[in-house]
């Protein structure tokens, strides 16, 4: 007998009939219909499944969901929309820091949880924690500069 | 539904259905075929009678909305901004009123001009086939919302004025937007193309500014990839593979799969076994519970290094003759100074973001497919056939792709296929194949691994005087229905372009090609065989100006006079690298300079190499001519990508075989470049009136021989084989 489990997801509680074991990631968009959160490794090597649990970024795709009781999970769909961003993915969008997109819910979602505790972020700072989510695209510069956008550190420069 | 959906849970979330209404409005243009129930597949996606849709790539709403139907994928790359780009210079459209949509796969609407009768994307040919097509749909467009004009305010069409979405005319004082005008504007008759007076380019207000991409809701989870197509009923397929190349299925027990929950079905496919499940990880719990026989006997057992073995002792022999120049045999024995290496590359997997991955769906009325495919007619007409359909009767639903680099642009449709097959195995069910990142790494389809050797003389003035260069590789199109385009005289053109068109002035040059033949399955790769080529060639090249004493950017610019556009982006980049000023002790300099698919490219590498014996590329400074540049932003960013995704290849990755099994798994063992590898890069873009070309591809090819060249100049070791790695 599995014993239903609370999640607590984008500020909505889900009471859940799932083994406990069952990763985040398949939760979150198999059950929760939330698409941010991607699929791209499985074993917490590239980043793009990150969401936040209690402000700190943390890999959807390992994380078991029998760990995550009293816990408040927040995708990317729970920061904002497209038009009512929050100021990191609209520091994502001046930036033109996307190509293919696939890695971006990773690039936001460790920023925000970057920025929470360092406002003020060297470049080497960003790089460091950012340096573990996988982009194939080469966006790394915009990705750069939106980090840099988003903590108020390039909105004197012209962008489009 | 399972689980979630159960009564105790109801109204918790929204249902799929629901869901998929979100998502659609969310996503714009680029997802409406989602709106359509499954039964009207075959429908067109256009709202019959209202919208106005002068030709096959523009449609304007009575709402102003203009919609460019896209015939190539959007991988990233920026295609969608700017082929909307050239219809809306030529409308004069209102930028923000610009949506991108995926065209349906239609041979006869959408093929690629520079491809034949194939839709497809590819060999970064989007820009240079899409340049006239596009501005001409734009200004048919225009053209009938003039006559439309004219028609309501009894004007002459000569005195109406089109700006940012609105027409209007000055005498009368009368204006109308796209959309007031929509209606009208369809009744009105095509114009003739040669009526048609595209605009001068001194008048370009959109062409060569960087205005925001299209492909937008990647910042929200609003964007639609494949790996996000969820639909009513739709089960979610893995699929165990064979362990080896050639292996094949000789028993299996699936007993302990189907008893896991959320397993619904079992399917013996030729590449496999496929698990069926209401979800992704009930699939893959089932199965890792597979029991599987395999029938290895006539399985792939090689290995790497054997390999590379095998491929240096076909360098020693005569190959297929790709270019003669002279008598390079003759001149090299005479020649003063001989330099010669040989260089290795392994395989490599694209290894996208996002994994390979399908939907389908096979019912009586045909197949519907739900994908971002790099290679629609391909893919649709070998489902037709894997089928018994008509290619009609197979829909293809463009996506976005999280990545393809060539991969999704599969000569075989493999797995797509394997999506298919296993939706026809459940008929009247939606399919979502999905590879774990360990099928995608595992499964195939590689950058081929080749050697090349080469020598190459100098006569006693330094003049290099003979070029014998032999290639020795898998063919990637052979077997392939592009054989007949790409294979002439047992050369592969992919195997060995870059080189057998080497720029440089040398009298004597012999390019020769040993294609091999075994069953490592090898693809397209961003910039393909110049992946290598330009590797080899631009190392050798230093090496010629070392044993010459000579610069190496002036040592190529004296061999590059009779072609401009090399000589052009080499001199940019070295000057704006500022080339032979003093570095930091410890860094060294490196240059290479490189054209594929028709764009010319030189980079400047600069490197520092630490005490333990590390080292890190610093910086890159690189010139792009890719004719008359669209949109400055994206060319860069492209540059920029090509740089990383070159590094990748240049310092991190490689694919080995290991007695016929991958030795790679996942990121951990097959590494691509982070974020706090990527050098800082400067992008020059060439002013140019030349007509566009692409630059998905060439900001590759030059990064290796650039960061090796560099290196040689820190350490004075030679570098013939990627990744690159220093001597202790």
């Known amino acids: ?38 699929f791209g490794c499985g074993l917490g090597e590239c980043g793009a499944c990150t969401v936040l649990v209690d402000g700190m970024a943390a890999r959807a795709c390992v994380l078991p969901i029998g760990r995550l009781a009293g816990r408040r999970v927040t995708t990317l769909e729970g920061l904002g929309t497209l038009e009512h961003p929050d100021p990191v993915q609209e520091a994502f969008i001046l930036e033109q820091a996307a190509q293919c997109g696939y890695c971006l819910n990773g690039m936001i979602m460790t920023t925000k949880a970057l920025l929470m505790h360092c406002p003020s972020p060297t470049e080497a700072q960003i790089k460091a924690a950012l340096k573990h989510n996988l982009c194939r695209c080469g966006t790394h510069v915009e990705i750069v500069r939106a980090v840099q956008r988003a903590a108020g550190l390039r909105q004197d420069e012209d962008t489009l | 539904m399972r689980r979630i959906r159960s009564n105790k849970h109801q109204g918790l979330v929204s249902s799929r259905r629901d869901f998929l209404k979100l998502i659609t409005t969310a996503g714009a243009g680029l997802t409406l075929a989602m709106n359509l129930p499954l039964a009207m597949a075959a429908e067109s996606t256009a709202a019959a009678g209202v919208d106005f849709e002068p030709n096959a790539f523009v449609r304007i709403g009575t709402d102003g909305r203009v919609t460019v139907l896209m015939k190539h994928l959007e991988m990233g790359q920026g295609t969608f901004t700017g082929l ?100 009208l504007a369809a009744q009105q008759p095509v114009p003739d193309v040669q009526s048609l007076r595209l605009k001068d380019p001194a008048d370009f207000a959109y062409i060569g500014r960087s205005l925001p991409r299209l492909d937008r809701g990647k910042t929200d989870g609003s964007a639609l990839f494949t790996q996000d197509v969820q639909l009513e009923g739709m089960l979610t397929a893995l699929v165990a593979h064979p362990p080896r190349f050639g292996a094949s299925v000789k028993h299996y027990d699936a007993a302990k799969a189907l008893a896991s929950p959320g397993v619904v079905d079992v399917v013996q496919i030729p590449s496999g076994i496929a698990v069926l499940g209401h979800d992704f990880w009930s699939a893959k719990k089932g199965r890792d519970l597979l029991s599987i026989d395999w029938d290895e006997s006539v399985a792939f057992t090689g290995s790497s290094a054997d390999m590379l073995h095998k491929y240096r002792t076909l360098a020693d022999q005569p190959g297929a003759v790709a270019r003669a120049d002279g008598d390079a045999v003759t001149a090299l024995a005479s020649a003063t100074t001989v330099v010669e290496a040989v260089f290795e590359v392994p395989y490599l997997a694209h290894a996208a973001m996002e994994p390979m991955n399908a939907v389908a769906l096979v019912n009586a009325a045909g197949c519907e497919i739900w994908n971002g495919e790099q290679f629609q007619t391909v893919d649709q007409s070998a489902v037709a056939t894997v089928l018994g359909l008509k290619p009609e009767q197979v829909k293809i639903n463009m996506l976005l792709a999280g990545g393809s680099f060539g991969r999704r ?132 090249v230093d090496e010629l100006a070392r044993a ?105 990755s490689e694919i080995t075989l290991k007695d016929g099994r991958v030795a790679q798994s996942n990121f951990h063992d097959f590494q691509v470049l982070r974020i706090n590898q990527m050098p800082a890069i400067e992008v020059h873009i060439m002013p140019s009136a030349e007509a566009p070309t692409g630059v998905g591809e060439p900001g590759t090819p030059p990064i290796a021989p650039a960061v090796a060249n560099a290196l040689s100049a820190a350490t004075g070791q030679r570098f013939q084989r990627l990744p690159l790695k220093l001597n202790s």
């Not at chain 2, 009123?97 to 041979?107: K, R, T, Y």
């Not at chain 2, 820009?127 to 439309?148: C, D, E, I, K, P």
């Not at chain 2, 592009?482 to 592969?492: Q, R, T």
Request: charged share 20%; glycine share 8%.
């Open chain 2, 84 to 183: 909307a780009t050239l219809v809306a210079e030529e409308l004069d459209a209102d930028w923000s009123a610009l949506v991108a949509e995926g065209a349906p796969a239609d041979a006869s609407r959408y093929n690629n001009l520079l491809f034949g009768t194939v839709q497809g994307t590819g060999g970064s040919t989007a820009m240079a086939n899409s340049f006239m097509q596009m501005r001409t749909a734009g200004a048919t467009a225009r053209a009938m919302l003039v006559a439309a004009a004219a028609q309501r305010w009894k004007v002459p069409a000569s005195e109406i004025q089109v700006s940012q979405g609105i027409l209007s005319h000055s005498a009368s004082g009368k204006s109308a937007g796209f959309g007031e005008l929509a209606e």
């Open chain 2, 409 to 540: 642009a599969n000569p075989h449709s493999d797995y797509v296929i394997e999506a298919v097959l296993i939706a026809n195995a459940r008929q009247g069910t939606p399919v979502k194949l999905v590879w774990t990142r360990e099928d995608d790494t595992r499964a195939g389809y590689y950058r081929p691994m080749y050697v090349h050797k080469v020598r190459a003389g100098l006569d006693a003035s330094g003049n290099p005087v003979a070029w014998e260069q032999r290639i020795v590789g898998q063919s990637i199109g052979t077997g392939t229905a592009f054989e007949a385009f790409i294979v002439k005289d047992g050369i592969d053109s992919t195997s060995v372009e870059g080189a057998s068109n080497l720029p440089y002035q040398i009298p004597n040059l012999q390019v020769e090609l040993h294609s091999v033949d075994n069953p490592v399955p090898v693809q397209w790769w961003r910039s393909v065989g110049h992946t290598h080529t330009a590797f080899s060639t631009e190392i050798i």
């Open chain 1, 1 to 38: 007998m599995k014993t239903p489990l609370t999640l607590t997801v984008n500020d909505r509680t889900h009471v859940l009939d799932l083994p406990a074991q069952t990763p985040l990631l398949y939760v979150l968009r198999n059950d929760l219909e939330l698409n941010g959160p991607k």
């Open chain 2, 548 to 652: 010459a004493k000579q610069d190496p950017v002036d040592f190529r610019l004296k061999l590059l006079s009779q072609h401009p556009r090399h000589h052009a982006v080499l001199k940019m980049a070295a000057e704006k690298a500022n080339w032979g000023a003093a570095l930091p002790a410890g860094w060294g300099r490196g240059v290479a300079v490189h054209e594929s698919f028709n764009s010319f490219v030189a980079q400047v590498a600069e490197v520092s190499v630490q005490e333990n014996g590390s080292f890190k590329v610093e910086r890159v400074v690189c010139a792009v001519d890719c004719g008359l540049a669209i949109n400055p932003d994206i060319i860069r960013t492209q540059i920029e990508g090509g740089i990383g995704f070159g590094l990748s290849a240049a310092l991190l």
